[in-house]
T-cell receptor
Framework: EAQVTQNPRYLITVTGKKLTVTCSQN?????MSWYRQDPGLGLRQIYY???????DKGDVPEGYKVSRKEKRNFPLILESPSPNQTSLYFC??????????????FGPGTRLTVL | QKEVEQDPGPLSVPEGAIVSLNCTYS??????FMWYRQYSRKGPELLMY????GNKEDGRFTAQVDKSSKYISLFIRDSQPSDSATYLC???????????FGTGTSLTVIP
C-alpha cells in the first residue's frame, strides 16, 4: 500500500529536550515536505526537499532542522523544542515526474506538545 | 497580509444542499490550485487540482478559478454527511516549490 508514515503519532516532551520525528514514504517520490498545522493559521510549510541531499526552507523554518540522506526518509529535528512548537505536524510527498499535476500524499500527523 | 485567505467557518448545511467554499489570494504568480479534504484526526487528501483559470468538474465537485479576481471556489452538489470535513485550498506558482495553504473551512452536513 502506497503511504507516508510518521512516528511517533503523539509526543509530549519538555522544553529543550532534542527530538526527532521520522517520516518515510514507499512511493519513490522525489519531493518531501514538512508542515505544521495550527488553529487559525492553517498548514504552513516548514522545510521541503526536492531530492536526496537537496533541502530548502519553507515559510516557518526557525527552530527546525531536516536532512534527506535517503530518498524515502525525511526526518524533522527539533534541537531545542520550545512551547511555541506545540502543534500538529504533517509530512507529505509527491513525485515531480511528468509535470506539476502530481498529488501530494500526506502522512497521518504527529501531535507534539512541548511543556 | 496572508498569501491565501480562507473563511474558517464553521459551515453547517442540510443534506442535499449546495455548498460553496472560497479562497482569495494575493500572489499573481500562483498558477496551480488545489482543494484538499481533511477528516478529523487524518492528514489532508487531494480532492481537486486545477491549472490557471476555468472550471473543473469531478462528480459532485466543481472547482472554479478566477485569476483576474484572485479567487477560487469549490462547489459541492447534493452534499452528503460523508462530506463533513475541513476543506483546505492550496496554491503554488509555476516556478518554485512551495505550497501555500488556506486555513481551512470546517463543513458539517446534517442528515
Amino acid at each position: 500500500e502506497a503511504q507516508v508514515t510518521q512516528n511517533p503519532r503523539y509526543l509530549i516532551t519538555v522544553t529543550g529536550k532534542k527530538l526527532t520525528v521520522t517520516c518515510s514514504q514507499n512511493m519513490n517520490h522525489e519531493y518531501m515536505s514538512w508542515y505544521r498545522q495550527d488553529p487559525g493559521l492553517g498548514l504552513r510549510q516548514i522545510y521541503y526537499s526536492m531530492n536526496v541531499e537537496v533541502t530548502d526552507k519553507g515559510d516557518v523554518p526557525e527552530g527546525y532542522k531536516v536532512s534527506r540522506k535517503e530518498k524515502r526518509n525525511f526526518p524533522l529535528i527539533l534541537e531545542s523544542p520550545s512551547p511555541n512548537q506545540t502543534s500538529l505536524y504533517f509530512c507529505a510527498s509527491h513525485t515531480v515526474m511528468g509535470g506539476p499535476y502530481n498529488e501530494q500524499f500526506f502522512g497521518p500527523g504527529t501531535r507534539l506538545t512541548v511543556l | 497580509q496572508k498569501e491565501v485567505e480562507q473563511d474558517p467557518g464553521p459551515l453547517s448545511v442540510p443534506e442535499g444542499a449546495i455548498v460553496s467554499l472560497n479562497c482569495t489570494y494575493s500572489n499573481s504568480a500562483f498558477q496551480y490550485f488545489m482543494w484538499y479534504r481533511q477528516y478529523s484526526r487524518k492528514g489532508p487528501e487531494l480532492l481537486m487540482y486545477t491549472y490557471s483559470s476555468g472550471n473543473k468538474e469531478d462528480g459532485r465537485f466543481t472547482a472554479q478559478v478566477d485569476k483576474s479576481s484572485k479567487y477560487i471556489s469549490l462547489f459541492i452538489r447534493d452534499s452528503q454527511p460523508s462530506d463533513s470535513a475541513t476543506y483546505l485550498c492550496a496554491m503554488r506558482a509555476y516556478t518554485g516549490n512551495q505550497f501555500y495553504f488556506g486555513t481551512g473551512t470546517s463543513l458539517t452536513v446534517i442528515p
